[in-house]
């Protein structure tokens, strides 16, 4: 009757439903009529189900059904349908959340978190893998990016070797909970990543249930390892070989290839930053944790424990000293009266403490792995830590409530986690419904639901809770075991209404319960916990000489796990519930500053079977997530909200006055609509912007007159004759231009979006400009540059004079000295190209003119304006006479001077005439002297001769010596002195000249038989 009657409910809920719901059942579980009962929600599930509907929603959280088969619902164009649409127009899916989150991160800028929780094998590891390839494939990407995408997804294949393995629920199930933060930069592209990983279950490398597997890296190895590297590790390809794999019997699984799996991981590795040296290493390890399960102990007759198997190799492997770690794994270090004394271990003793070292070696290598992982992740710019542009989407993948037939240590930690996480999903549900109550101007209905502090307390609270009682009675001295802690539980937290043992329950309960458990009542249900093995894993304690023994390895990877101060600090380390405890508190710290998204994961039947649906197993699932009580807060207050203008679009049919058109404000539209369709006061409220319905039903009933006047509408529309035609062309007009100008605003709205990107990364380029370049000023400094080479161009200097030159940006110093010089070249060949051969000329003897005066002679400067002629005589002022005796050596230049005797000092005028090989003085049509350049020594004297100076005064004396020394080519011999000069009067008899300032210009005899030059300059 019950099911006909549920039956009966939910098929009603279908036939009312918005047409926009599925084909099957709600696509949000709000809209259920019954939210209180638990068969109409599973019935909807297993409704959906039924049609590989795999995804339904409560409000913002995502319950996912595994379907334990591939659907075709994970392509490429599936991506794109969810690409920026809204959450509830199309239906649910994993990448809609994973869209909707990324959209509120970029334009709320707000860090966001999704959680995904569920049973083992309920599919959460799938799921957060299919949001990270959405974000890889989606997300803007460049060549640095991309690169980080794939260290992002590379991470996944290592990180399941090392922490995943079959249990009887998952072939491939995580053993650690792993919180991942993918950090995006200010345009949406993802940057950088960060791994926390929790509790790896560390007792699995020692022992497995019956049908269990160790961590799949070992059979990886030992599957897909070359023979190489086996014989280098020792190892023999068979798993049944080793010890700690064959505790649970099943050394293959048909569902997992080990083989290509190992490549996978191999290939990853270096991805992900490992060397070749790296990779031996953690093979070393693995390989020594196999090596360890084998070392086996014997027993003396004294009762002295042995080792009975060969070490050499587990030693070598570690990279420790063999005669060390023998001793180590047989004897304790203890430290009495200050003194240390050894003490030889019995065997189950020296056996524990074996394990503990296999526990310790791997749980360690396993937290530098992530360590390793997060550092090929880490932002490689420091600056994007400060920076405001980047955000954060955190994906938390952790185990649900697990309840099993017998629930130890791993399953009380696993159990507090959820309690915690339940804790936060009820504070920060609560808070986002109350912030859109307050932010639409309705009043806050308080909400009942489960306040499941009191549970927390009973686990998390100091010197009461169940942690703080365990630790106690670790670290007490005397006589304790897991029995004593039970006791001291009973004493203690004996009272506590969500805590009952066998001996404090009634008679009913007592008979579900052994002695030796506890049950807490959980938010989510009853779990009973076995105490045996309580007191020993949460000490989790590992010898001290074992430690120190694995101080010195020198395998880099040991060192860096067992380091030096954890021997000599001789403080406890904190146990490992308070270890958990702590790193809980920190997540939810990390949780709670961000905004959360939900993902619930539920597994259809224990079989990993595609289509069937368990529902005793789904109904337990549905209770211990908590997914009546999430449904619940979800609706505590209206099941439904819409925007007004939506709301107004559908159904505004359905009243004459909002038909065909509304004109007034929005709210008295909605207003209108709804008194004319009769809802009663409590059944709705109108917000600033949404108008909030209480109940589903109110609105499947709206919907039904909807559906039912469907026919009518078209009707009327049809026969409203010609008005009605007009009404339509109207119609068609208003489609049309509300469609051009939704058009034109969207191609507004997407310019400005583009004007304020590029503005954005123009502030962020100008405040990181001084940084080296990278994607936070890459645009800002090619924009500065190639302003500054536009703006060059138009101001390059026109001439080679011109020594202007715009100032470059910094990063642009190098390269425009470059340029600058470049421009000079270019400017002086073209120069050079279109010089005259006589400018030519002109130039050449200026320059040798400058090389000869420049900075020597005071008359120079003026000189350098005054053109050089070609010769300072005219043609007819040389005799013919003389031009005649000097034949086929024509005169190249010529200038009168005043020639002084060398001993009287008489002037005479003369003409000096150059040739090309020798120069002559001319007396009007006598050459009186001829002087061969190669005589010229000017050694000491400006035309020095062997046979005497030549004393000459000449108006033109810079030009004259420059063609002179030109055509002598003796530029280099010409000497300038002030004072006086030394001159040869003739072999052997000196003569010497002295200059003196005065005001006009004389040359006379002196003094002392010397020349005397009056000037008014000297030089
Ligand atoms: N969306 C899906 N499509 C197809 N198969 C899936 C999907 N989700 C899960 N599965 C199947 O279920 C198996 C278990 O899923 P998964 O490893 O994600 O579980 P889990 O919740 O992470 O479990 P555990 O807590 O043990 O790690 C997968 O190996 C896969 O075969
Ligand atoms: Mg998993």
């Known amino acids: 009757f019950l099911e006909v009657d549920i039956e009966g409910r939910v098929r009603l809920v279908m036939e009312g439903a918005l047409t926009a719901r599925d084909r099957v059942g709600v696509q949000d579980f709000v809209l259920l009529e019954n939210y209180n009962s638990e068969a109409a929600f599973i019935e909807n599930l297993r409704r959906r189900f039924r049609e590989n509907l795999i995804y339904t929603y409560i409000g913002s959280v995502l319950v996912s059904m595994n379907p334990y088969k591939e659907l075709e619902i994970y392509s490429k164009q599936q991506m794109d349908r969810y690409r920026g649409v809204s959450f509830y127009e199309i239906s649910p899916h994993i990448y809609a959340l994973s869209d909707n989150t990324y959209r509120a991160m970029r334009t709320e800028r707000k860090d966001q978190c999704i959680l995904i929780s569920g049973e083992s094998g309920a599919g959460k590891t799938e799921a957060s893998k299919k949001i990270l390839l959405y974000y890889a494939v989606t997300c803007p990407t460049n060549d640095r990016m991309a690169a980080l995408g794939d260290r992002l997804l590379q991470s996944n294949p290592v990180l399941e070797a090392f922490g995943n393995a079959k249990t009887l629920r998952n072939?491939?199930?995580?053993?650690?909970?792993?919180?991942?933060?993918?950090?995006?930069?200010?345009r949406g592209a993802p940057v950088g990543g960060h791994i926390l990983n929790y509790l790896l279950e560390k007792s699995r490398v020692v022992h497995q249930n019956h049908g269990e597997r160790n961590f799949h890296i070992?059979?990886?190895?030992?599957?897909?390892?070359?023979?190489?590297?086996?014989?280098?590790?020792?190892?023999?390809?068979?798993?049944?070989?080793?010890?700690?794999?064959?505790?649970?019997?099943?050394?293959?699984?048909?569902?997992?290839?080990?083989?290509?799996?190992?490549?996978?991981?191999?290939?990853?590795?270096?991805?992900?930053?490992?060397?070749?040296?790296?990779?031996?290493?953690?093979?070393?390890?693995?390989?020594?944790?196999?090596?360890?399960?084998?070392?086996?102990?014997?027993?003396?007759?004294?009762?002295?424990?042995?080792?009975?198997?060969?070490?050499?190799?587990?030693?070598?492997?570690?990279?420790?000293?063999?005669?060390?770690?023998?001793?180590?794994?047989?004897?304790?270090?203890?430290?009495?009266?200050?003194?240390?004394?050894?003490?030889?271990?019995?065997?189950?003793?020296?056996?524990?403490?074996?394990?503990?070292?296999?526990?310790?070696?791997?749980?360690?290598?396993?937290?530098?792995?992530?360590?390793?992982?997060?550092?090929?992740?880490?932002?490689?710019?420091?600056?994007?830590?400060?920076?405001?542009?980047?955000?954060?989407?955190?994906?938390?993948?952790?185990?649900?409530?697990?309840?099993?037939?017998?629930?130890?240590?791993?399953?009380?930690?696993?159990?507090?986690?959820?309690?915690?996480?339940?804790?936060?999903?009820?504070?920060?549900?609560?808070?986002?419904?109350?912030?859109?109550?307050?932010?639409?101007?309705?009043?806050?209905?308080?909400?009942?639901?489960?306040?499941?502090?009191?549970?927390?307390?009973?686990?998390?609270?100091?010197?009461?809770?169940?942690?703080?009682?365990?630790?106690?009675?670790?670290?007490?001295?005397?006589?304790?075991?897991?029995?004593?802690?039970?006791?001291?539980?009973?004493?203690?937290?004996?009272?506590?209404?969500?805590?009952?043992?066998?001996?404090?329950?009634?008679?009913?309960?007592?008979?579900?319960?052994?002695?030796?458990?506890?049950?807490?009542?959980?938010?989510?249900?009853?779990?009973?916990?076995?105490?045996?093995?309580?007191?020993?894993?949460?000490?989790?304690?590992?010898?001290?000489?074992?430690?120190?023994?694995?101080?010195?390895?020198?395998?880099?990877?040991?060192?860096?796990?067992?380091?030096?101060?954890?021997?000599?600090?001789?403080?406890?380390?904190?146990?490992?519930?308070?270890?958990?405890?702590?790193?809980?508190?920190?997540?939810?710290?990390?949780?709670?500053?961000?905004?959360?998204?939900?993902?619930r994961c539920i597994k259809p039947n224990d079989a990993k079977q595609p289509g069937r649906f368990d529902e005793v197993l789904v109904r337990h699932q549905v209770k211990y997530l908590g997914l009546m009580e999430n449904l619940r807060v979800r609706r505590a207050g209206f099941a439904y909200r819409r925007r007004f203008e939506a709301f107004l679009q559908r159904y505004k049919p359905l009243c004459p006055e909002t038909w065909p058109n509304w004109h007034g404000r929005l709210a008295d539209g909605v207003l209108t609509l709804v008194k004319h369709l009769g809802y009663k006061d409590e059944e709705y409220k109108l917000g600033r912007s949404k108008i909030f319905i209480r109940f589903p039903k109110t609105l499947f009933n709206t919907e039904d007159v909807l559906e039912a006047k469907k026919p009518e509408i078209g009707k009327q529309q049809y026969c409203l004759g010609v008005h009605t035609c007009m009404c339509v062309y109207i119609y068609i007009v208003i489609v049309i231009q509300s469609g051009w100008r939704g058009m034109k605003a969207r191609r507004r709205a997407k310019r400005r979006r583009q004007a304020a990107d590029l503005i954005r990364r123009f502030i962020k380029g100008f405040i990181y400009r001084h940084g080296e370049y990278g994607p936070e000023n890459d645009y800002f400094l090619d924009h500065v540059r190639y302003s500054f080479l536009k703006n060059l161009r138009k101001n390059l200097p026109k001439s080679v004079l011109d020594k202007s030159w715009p100032t470059p940006p910094p990063s642009l110093v190098e390269a425009s000295e470059h340029l600058q010089k470049l421009h000079m070249r270019n400017m002086v060949t073209k120069y050079c190209r279109i010089v005259h051969p006589e400018w030519k000329k002109q130039m050449m003897q200026k320059v040798v003119a400058s090389e000869i005066f420049k900075d020597q002679k005071d008359s120079y400067p003026q000189s350098v304006g005054r053109l050089f002629l070609d010769s300072r005589l005219e043609r007819e002022q040389i005799s013919l006479k003389v031009v005649q005796t000097l034949g086929n050596d024509k005169v190249q230049y010529g200038v009168s001077v005043i020639k002084y005797d060398k001993r009287g000092f008489k002037p005479r005028p003369r003409q000096l005439l150059l040739t090309n090989t020798f120069a002559v003085l001319v007396d009007k049509t006598k050459i009186k002297q001829r002087i061969d350049y190669t005589a010229l020594r000017g050694e000491n004297h400006p035309l020095s001769l062997p046979q005497g100076d030549l004393l000459l005064h000449c108006s033109h004396s810079i030009e004259m010596v420059t063609k002179l020394a030109m055509m002598a080519n003796k530029t280099n011999n010409v000497n300038i002195n002030p004072g006086s000069i030394q001159f040869t009067v003739a072999r052997g008899k000196e003569g010497i000249i002295d200059f003196v300032r005065g005001a006009e210009l004389k040359v006379t005899k002196g003094r002392r038989g010397h020349l005397l030059v009056v000037s008014q300059r000297l030089l």
């Open 171 to 186: 072939d491939n199930s995580s053993r650690f909970g792993k919180y991942m933060d993918v950090q995006f930069d200010f």
């Open 218 to 599: 070992f059979y990886q190895l030992l599957d897909g390892g070359e023979d190489d590297q086996l014989n280098t590790l020792n190892l023999e390809r068979n798993p049944q070989n080793y010890r700690y794999l064959v505790k649970g019997n099943c050394p293959r699984v048909s569902s997992i290839s080990d083989k290509n799996n190992w490549k996978v991981v191999m290939k990853a590795l270096p991805v992900i930053g490992f060397t070749e040296e790296e990779v031996q290493k953690l093979l070393n390890i693995i390989a020594s944790v196999l090596h360890l399960g084998n070392t086996q102990f014997g027993e003396g007759e004294e009762g002295e424990t042995y080792i009975t198997t060969e070490i050499s190799n587990l030693a070598r492997l570690l990279g420790v000293d063999g005669s060390a770690l023998r001793e180590a794994l047989t004897h304790k270090k203890l430290t009495a009266k200050g003194e240390e004394m050894i003490t030889p271990l019995n065997f189950e003793q020296a056996e524990a403490a074996r394990d503990a070292l296999a526990k310790a070696v791997y749980g360690r290598t396993f937290t530098w792995l992530v360590e390793k992982i997060n550092q090929s992740l880490a932002l490689k710019d420091e600056i994007y830590h400060s920076s405001k542009g980047s955000s954060v989407i955190g994906l938390l993948d952790i185990y649900g409530f697990e309840v099993l037939q017998h629930n130890s240590f791993e399953q009380f930690c696993i159990n507090y986690c959820n309690e915690k996480l339940q804790q936060l999903f009820i504070e920060l549900t609560l808070r986002s419904e109350q912030e859109e109550y307050e932010t639409e101007g309705i009043a806050w209905e308080t909400v009942q639901y489960f306040d499941n502090k009191i549970i927390c307390d009973l686990i998390e609270e100091k010197h009461k809770g169940i942690i703080s009682i365990l630790d106690e009675e670790c670290l007490r001295p005397g006589e304790t075991c897991d029995v004593s802690f039970l006791e001291k539980l009973e004493d203690t937290v004996g009272g506590h209404p969500h805590f009952v043992t066998h001996k404090l329950a009634n008679g009913k309960t007592r008979r579900v319960m052994s002695r030796e458990e506890f049950r807490l009542l959980h938010y989510a249900g009853e779990v009973n916990y076995n105490v045996n093995g309580f007191l020993d894993k949460n000490n989790d304690l590992l010898n001290r000489n074992l430690k120190e023994v694995m101080c010195q390895s020198d395998n880099q990877i040991l060192s860096h796990c067992f380091r030096r101060e954890e021997v000599i600090d001789q403080k406890r380390p904190e146990m490992a519930a308070t270890q958990f405890k702590n790193s809980l508190m920190k997540l939810t710290e990390i949780l709670r500053s961000k905004e959360p998204s939900y993902v």
